[in-house]
């Protein structure tokens, strides 16, 4: 069965550096999407992604993220000058159509720790 | 924008105990509502969803949720859980007009053997 996937399971990094967190979508997915679960909170919507635009984001999508899908597989979330509380759960997702209707099927998340 | 609500954190119960797990939600308008289930170790899968028609929806593993309009709800419940059904239970709604899905803060479900 086709899934998401996230590379790395695990970054660590120090203040001020950028992260970039990688996600490969299922192939005939159209719509892609990052959230964040910070320790012990709720899963929170961070952006949506369509046709090599973003679509939605949330409020915490702030100037310091940025998304871009660089090739035909790969769909990353940046994040310019890492703070202690960016410290979370990066979740990617993907869906065939970009209605609320379909199905978004996660990846396993990529733990991200800012030192 | 919408929100949700998961009103209890953690709930512990014993092998065949009957589970329900409350969630509501606030949004003016129409929306889909899910139940996303987290095992240990392992990425969100979807449990069941609600878009239209009949309010009792069932899922996977025996699950089923209900959704109350009047009430802004949808409950998760199964009648008899086992010890596999440990992991994080996440409510989730999307209006139907966007792509803005928000979640409940999750729900611990510890099952005993």
């Known amino acids: 069965e086709p899934e998401v996937t996230q590379t790395p399971s695990h970054q660590v990094t120090q203040m001020g550096q950028e992260v970039i967190l990688r996600c490969v979508p299922i192939?005939?997915?159209?719509?892609f999407y990052w959230y964040r679960q910070i320790l012990g909170q709720k899963v929170e919507f961070l952006v949506s992604?369509?046709?090599?635009?973003?679509?939605?984001k949330s409020e915490i999508f702030d100037d310091q993220f940025s998304v871009e899908r660089p090739d035909g597989s790969n769909f990353t979330l940046k994040i310019r000058s890492t703070k202690l509380e960016d410290s979370a759960m990066y979740f990617c997702?993907?869906?065939?159509?970009?209605?609320?209707?379909?199905?978004?099927?996660f990846g396993p998340g990529t733990r991200l720790t800012v030192l | 924008a919408q929100s949700v609500s998961q009103h209890n954190h953690h709930v512990i119960l014993s092998e065949a105990a009957s589970l329900e797990l409350g969630c509501n939600y606030s949004?003016?308008?129409?929306?889909?509502l899910f139940w996303y289930v987290q095992y240990p170790g392992q990425h969100l899968q979807l449990l069941l969803k609600?878009?239209?028609?009949?309010?009792l929806v069932k899922g996977i593993k025996g699950f089923e949720a209900e959704f109350i309009k009047s009430k802004f709800s949808f409950n998760l419940r199964k009648p008899s859980v086992q010890w596999s059904d440990t992991a994080e239970y996440f409510c989730?709604?999307?209006?139907?007009?966007?792509?803005?899905?928000?979640f409940g803060a999750g729900t611990r479900l510890t099952v005993k053997p």
């Open positions: 997702a993907s869906s065939l159509t970009g209605n609320s209707y379909n199905e978004q099927f």
């Open positions: 192939s005939n997915h159209l719509y």
């Open positions: 992604f369509y046709n090599n635009e973003i679509s939605e």
């Open positions: 949004y003016g308008g129409t929306v889909n």
């Open positions: 609600y878009f239209s028609g009949d309010p």
């Open positions: 989730a709604v999307n209006p139907v007009n966007n792509n803005d899905m928000r």
